[in-house]
């Protein structure tokens, strides 16, 4: 099957998208850690605000990766 052609506009936007979520994860992490006063991954009590974390890195990694110029 041939390989759908996306417009660059579209392509764009799901990139930058990306982006905003990687910037909202490290953002999420750093105001995590600034409120709580906690920065140890080990601990079972955070376990949540890094599952958040990892979640909205992840996902915007992958975004940028699969939608940057080719």
């Known amino acids: 099957m041939?390989?759908?052609e996306t417009s660059e506009g579209a392509r764009k936007f799901w990139f930058w998208s990306s982006v905003i979520l990687i910037i909202i994860g490290i953002g999420f992490y750093w105001s995590w850690g600034?409120?709580?006063g906690t920065?140890?991954?080990?601990a079972v009590e955070n376990l949540g605000a890094y599952?958040?974390?990892l979640l909205?890195?992840?996902f915007g990694i992958i975004g940028a990766?699969?939608?940057k110029k080719k």
Do not use: D, Y
Request: glycine share 0%; hydrophobic share 60%.
């Open 39 to 42: 920065w140890n991954l080990f």
């Open 56 to 58: 909205l890195l992840s």
């Open 65 to 67: 990766l699969l939608n």
């Open 34 to 36: 600034l409120s709580f």
């Open 2 to 4: 041939p390989e759908q």
């Open 51 to 53: 599952v958040i974390t």
